[in-house]
């Protein structure tokens, strides 16, 4: 079992864009467009995410997408990643995914606003709301995983930031699009020769993506 993550952050290393940067037609903003684009481009994210069979680029961007998906049995996320910090105040609000999310496994949505009920979705994915430590929420996640399973922290860079500085984290795959957003959210900020901890390998996709994956000098797990 490992924990990992998958982020994609731009040259400068925002890994979310400004939130004021949004708008009602578009509430993530361009910039968060422009960061995500390669990603969603591939078959992968058009077949898993938005259900458009046959379509999309293939190529070592679609392999990492791939990766994405495979061999996890948990996730956890923050609270701005599945939404809360928009449609917090709804009470039918259930994710940016539609009654079928990509995840299909129990997924821990880490808010300062749990407890609240959880949401059972189609296709095995459970929603549960919790306010603990990583290392507390990170327990919870590997008890409910398959066994053999990885779990996943899902992001946003805030909260995969609060899982590094804890040790957490077993292995980092950042796809680097080559953009310069110059604002938002940096995944770097205060973490300071965290690379000392990693052995890295980086191969460059297409768009002029880099992938680069950090994996843990030693895995205790």
Known sequence: MRVRTDLNISLDGCAAPDPS???????????????VAPYVATRTFQSQVLGNQGTGTTGVND?????????????IMGAGKFGL????????????????PPFHHPVFVLT?????????????????FVSASPAEVLAMAVDAAADGTDVRI????????????????????????????????NLWADLRNIDLEY????????DGVSHVTFTRRRIAR
């Open 199 to 206: 052995t890295a390998f980086s191969e460059s996709g297409e």
């Open 154 to 185: 899902g992001g946003g860079p805030t909260m995969v930031r609060e899982y590094l500085k804890a040790g957490l984290i077993d292995v980092l795959h950042l796809a680097v699009t080559p953009v310069i957003l110059g604002q938002g959210e």
């Open 21 to 35: 940067s949004g708008t009602p037609d578009n509430p993530l903003g361009e910039d968060w467009s422009r960061l």
């Open 63 to 75: 392999r990492y997408a791939k990766e994405y998906f495979e061999g996890a049995g948990a996730e």
């Open 112 to 128: 300062h606003t749990a407890p609240r009920p959880s949401i059972e979705m189609e296709g095995g994915t459970v929603f549960h």
């Open 85 to 100: 910090h928009m449609f917090g105040e709804d009470p039918g609000w259930r994710g940016w995914w539609g009654d079928n």
